[in-house]
């Protein structure tokens, strides 16, 4: 891994697994100190070098008090990466529910604006905030209107941002994966491990370390260098639609 990043205060929300987790090892790896933020905290605890504090970003109060307790652990922050997110079911919009709607749009857009907006002002000078978005924040598919929506989201805020950014020495990234091997089907498919697993059958999906080098390149631009966005897919795909899986 490239990179150095000693000295550097970062935070990196959605911790507890997947790109959140990797991102947190891989920063802490190229010497940052790390905070990660996560519900389960005690799966963050798990990643060594990392310290560990609760954060539900759905929950105000909860942002409120992570943001605090990682100032007082840190001091101010150089980092701050926005890796929490879920997708919720692959149907047709006809069955979205209330449920659905606030528990996807609350984490992968209110969730990440609230947490920007409690870290801007412990943000130093030469800070950088990466957004998770995703290859759905680009371009739609079918049965997935919940999760495209946040993700167009995203977009929309990193690049809204960099526009009020304009000026200050604060750096603003959006890294848009395709296909990553977590735990994000499992929750999408509510549990449903065959579901699930067949998302990344007759393909070599990407793993979590392959997106957190993407984080770690933008990082280790020189400070004049703001990467925009970084749109990373599996080889095995075109876009979050188009697929091509071997034949077993
Ligand atoms: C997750 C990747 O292709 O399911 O962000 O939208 S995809």
């Not at 922050?77 to 692959?90: I, M, S, T, Y």
């Amino acid at each position: 891994m490239r990179g150095d990043l000693s000295g550097r205060r970062a935070v990196v929300t959605g911790a507890s697994s997947g790109i959140g987790a990797a991102t947190a090892r891989a920063l802490a790896a190229a010497g940052a100190t790390v905070v990660g933020g996560a519900r389960r905290v005690e799966r963050v605890r798990d990643l060594g070098k990392v310290a560990a504090l609760e954060l539900d970003v759905t929950n105000p109060a909860s942002c409120e008090a992570f943001v605090e307790a990682a100032r007082e652990h840190l001091g101010g922050f150089d980092v701050l990466v926005n890796a929490a997110g879920l997708g919720l079911g692959r149907e047709p919009f006809d069955a979205s529910s209330e449920v659905d709607e606030r528990t996807v749009l609350e984490t992968n857009v209110n969730g990440l604006i609230r947490l920007t907006r409690l870290c801007l002002p412990h943000l130093a000078d030469g800070a950088h905030i990466v957004n998770l978005g995703s290859v759905a924040g680009r371009q739609a598919y079918p049965n997935g209107a919940l999760y495209v929506t946040s993700k167009f989201a995203v977009r929309g805020f990193t690049y809204a941002l960099r526009e009020d950014l304009l000026g200050r020495p604060i750096r603003i990234t959006t890294v848009d994966p395709g296909l990553v091997e977590t735990e994000f089907s499992l929750v999408r498919f509510r549990g449903d491990s065959a579901k699930a697993q067949a998302v990344y059958e007759g393909l070599t999906p990407m793993r979590p370390d392959d997106i957190a080098e993407c984080v770690l390149f933008a990082l280790t631009r020189p400070p004049h260098v703001n990467v925009d966005e970084i749109v990373v897919k599996a080889l095995a795909q075109s876009s979050g639609a188009r697929i091509h899986r071997d034949s077993a």
